[in-house]
């Protein structure tokens, strides 16, 4: 088959048919021999994937001995190592020769091997190699499992390949897109009398329009929590507006008493529904009414939590969330999407006017005068996906009910893991989670082994490939000093509290070995 045929058109999905049982093929092998949450090894064997040795692209192939023995090491039992041989899977540790015999990157080859074996050797060599969200013990950050509707949506989506810059590159994709950006924005403001939405990358794009948007009404000046996404920061950067005004929080939630001292005319405050560290939400109606009251805009962030609104259990977390003027979503978080895909929804449609921007050969006058939808000022992007499409067929498929149980399921996870963290002798709970995020920490870090304890637990699993937890720094020592503690962000809809005992316990475990280890280690004494 010939390796320049076309995805669309006449035939495109037959060549479809024909070449993507080849990519499921080398994935399913790279699943198979990566065994585990992610490649074993760490940064510098994964590296040597591509780099190290010539040859084929074939299997069989360990990780250089330094490394696997790295990697052994990490693991804090027997167990854990027959669990999870040490060293990178097969295809990780291969490249490709160029002619003269020297290794080259497996993309760049000067004679190409056909669309068939370039599929399913590189699908392999990337499954391998990947981290893989839809595995329990891929727990460390808001990265999901995307569904199969979801990603089979895509397909369709990429083969077409609408460009959504102008209603001439994508005319049902547009219609679909402004169908499913509205009902998005009704979901956020069911009471709003003209609300909008638009398609994102994702909360950064989403918190630096909700920012945009309140510079071009006068805003000066942005006022977050201390427990802020890092992007609020970055958008105040690039729209040249001063670095935002920290306001100190208890619990991970902002303050209210000392938000009222900051916020005033001419501010934007940014509030966070979901947050990164804990998932935890700050007090939205307080918020919106210290805003009412001092005339103060505010945008919510709602990208980890703004999905719970979809489920009738857990929708009363976000009560107030409709008193903001522009809220942040992301489904590529709990939505379980492909990334990217995010949303920002504005109460008042007539803000996204500030998009606006003319190209008389994408949105000439003449051509919405006659009645052609204006597309480019649908976001600050020119060409974009159409990834609209994949978030509006999942909704098609589970509908907001749906969507809303497997948001309840993984929170309902969420609170069985914490019990068990309570009960657990050898950990300590942060606090009860208020969305899917369980921060906890070792007992014997506290006595003895400290923050550096904790990273090199984290690390060590990492290193092993067993797991993949996450790290958050929070005010719980004397005097409000930082302590560092582990994360478990929970995505998985299909997980279950005993999915996470084993982890638990390797947790445990892994903090004894490391905590030997360093009284062992001359470097350490």
């Known amino acids: 088959m010939r390796g320049d045929g076309l995805a669309g058109g006449d035939g495109g999905a037959q060549r479809l048919g024909e ?33 190290a040795q010539g040859g084929e692209l074939t299997a069989g192939h360990s990780a250089p001995d330094a490394a696997a023995a790295q990697a052994g090491a990490a693991g804090p039992d027997a167990a854990l190592g027959a669990e999870r041989a040490p060293g990178v899977p097969g295809p990780a540790a291969t490249a490709i020769a160029s002619p003269s015999g020297d290794p080259v990157p ?111 009404t006068g805003v000066v000046q942005s006022v977050c929590g201390a427990n802020a ?10 729209l040249g507006l001063p670095a935002p005004l920290v306001v100190p929080c208890e619990g991970d939630r ?5 938000l009222a001292e900051v916020a005033g005319p001419g501010t934007v405050v940014v509030a966070t529904a979901g947050t990164t560290n804990t998932g935890t939400l700050d007090p939205l109606p307080e918020i919106a009414e210290i805003c009412r009251r001092k005339k103060a805009r505010l945008h919510v962030d709602a990208a980890y939590g703004g999905t719970a609104l979809c489920s ?116 300590r709970l942060w606090g009860r989670p208020e969305l899917s995020t369980v921060v906890l920490r070792p007992v014997v870090a506290d006595e003895t082994g400290g923050d550096e304890l904790v990273a090199r637990v984290r690390r060590a699993l990492l290193e092993a490939g067993t797991a993949v937890i996450g790290r958050a720094t929070l005010p719980t020592g004397p005097g409000g000093e930082n302590r560092l503690w582990l994360k478990l962000t929970l995505l998985h809809p299909h997980a279950t509290a005993e999915d996470y005992g084993p982890l638990l316990d390797r947790i445990v475990a892994t903090a004894s070995a490391e905590l030997v280890a360093g009284r062992e280690s001359p470097v350490a004494s």
Not at 229 to 238: E, F, G, I, P, T
């Open 312 to 427: 009738d259990v857990l929708k009363h977390k976000l009560a107030g969330l409709d008193l903001a003027d522009s809220v942040a979503l992301d489904l590529h978080k709990f939505g379980w999407q492909p990334v990217a895909a995010g949303l920002f929804a504005a109460r008042e449609a007539a803000d996204l006017a500030a998009l606006t921007v003319r190209a008389e050969y994408l949105n000439a006058d003449d051509d919405t005068e006659a009645g052609l939808p204006d597309l480019l000022g649908r976001s600050i992007r020119t060409s974009r996906r159409p990834d609209a499409f994949r978030m509006a067929v999942t909704l098609r498929a589970l509908g907001t009910d749906g969507l809303g149980a497997l948001v309840e399921r993984c929170c309902a996870t969420a609170a069985e893991v914490a019990e068990r963290v309570e009960r657990h002798p050898g950990l």
């Open 254 to 258: 902002m303050l209210p008493a000392a």
């Open 106 to 216: 497996p993309a760049l080859p000067r004679r190409g091997v056909g669309p068939e074996a370039a599929l399913e050797e590189l699908s392999r060599l990337l499954a391998a190699g990947s981290a893989d969200p839809a595995d329990p013990a891929c727990a460390a950050h808001l990265h999901c499992p995307p569904l199969a509707v979801a990603v089979a949506a895509d397909v369709v989506a990429s083969a077409l390949n609408p460009s959504m810059d102008s209603w001439d590159q994508a005319p049902v994709a547009s219609e679909l897109e402004r169908e499913f950006t509205a009902g998005i924005a009704r979901l956020c403001y069911p009471a709003a009398e003209a609300p909008d939405a638009v398609v994102t990358t994702g909360g950064t794009e989403s918190n630096l329009l909700g920012l945009l948007l309140a510079r071009e």
């Open 229 to 238: 996404h890092h992007s609020v920061a970055r958008a105040a950067w690039l």
């Open 19 to 51: 070449l993507i049982p080849a990519a499921l093929r080398g994935m399913a092998a790279g699943v198979a021999e990566r065994g585990g949450p992610i490649p074993a090894g760490g940064p510098a064997a994964v590296a040597a994937a591509l780099v």
